[in-house]
């Protein structure tokens, strides 16, 4: 504002003085010169005065969620089981019609179909004994030892062997015979991890620590 009234100002003094032939036209361009330098020098500091438009944040990129078909904690901490590979490869990958696996995630829901939308109709735990049937796609058709069945996602099933106590007070012995030393006794629902088989016999242990505690008869467990 300061420059435009200078520039008026500057304009008019010229024109109020008397005119003499050529001085008059000398002038006239002097104060035009000046005039379209100080609108320029104007402009500048106005343009400078500007401040940008501010950028509004971009959005973060939203996390893939947490997989629903897996939670909290399953098999209590001294459960057992066998690390015995059930044949050529894992059966879950494959167009195997039967094998007997576990599950390998904390909490896995079961649905009736083998989709994400369709009902849950119940859930199995990490480390629970289960008998995969059939596959599609990514998810496996499965049945637990109380004879529930339906689908799984097939990356919550583990290769790990493992087996559940039928009845209560098993004997878990130090050997594979009826006739060896007792070194535990099984609880009905206990989940134990298979090591190994030898005739009716199978060789268990905990699943967390991944120790052996013994032999059980395999008519008082499911899953070998």
């Known amino acids: 504002m300061k420059c ?9 003094l010229p024109l109020l003085a008397p005119s003499r032939g050529k001085n008059w036209m ?5 104060v035009a010169t000046m ?30 969620l947490e997989n629903l078909e897996t939670k909290e904690p399953a098999a209590p901490q001294n459960t057992p ?46 480390g629970d004994p289960i008998k995969v ?11 637990d030892y109380k004879h529930n069945a339906g689908w799984v996602y097939k990356p919550l099933v583990s290769n790990t062997r493992t087996v559940v106590v039928l009845v209560d007070n098993a004997n878990i012995r130090k050997g594979p015979g009826s006739k060896g030393p007792v070194a535990r006794k099984g609880s009905e629902g206990e989940i134990y991890k298979l090591f190994a088989e030898k005739g009716r016999w199978v060789k268990v242990g905990y699943y967390w620590e991944n120790k052996v505690i013994g032999w059980i008869r395999d008519d008082l467990v499911w899953g070998e």
């Open 4 to 12: 435009m009234a200078l520039l008026s100002g500057m304009i008019r």
């Open 26 to 30: 000398t002038k006239l361009i002097i």
């Open 35 to 64: 005039g379209f330098f100080l609108l320029g020098l104007e402009g500048a500091r106005a343009q400078q005065k500007v401040e940008p438009p501010s950028i509004p944040p971009l959005l973060e990129t939203p996390r893939p």
């Open 81 to 126: 089981v066998s690390r015995k590979s059930p044949g050529k490869g894992p059966a879950a990958h494959r167009n195997t019609p039967v094998a007997m696996m576990s599950i390998g995630k904390e909490r896995a829901n079961v649905r009736a179909k083998p989709n994400l939308k369709s009902d849950i109709l119940f859930q199995v735990f990490q």
């Open 133 to 143: 049937e059939k596959q599609k796609d990514d998810w496996v058709y499965i049945t």
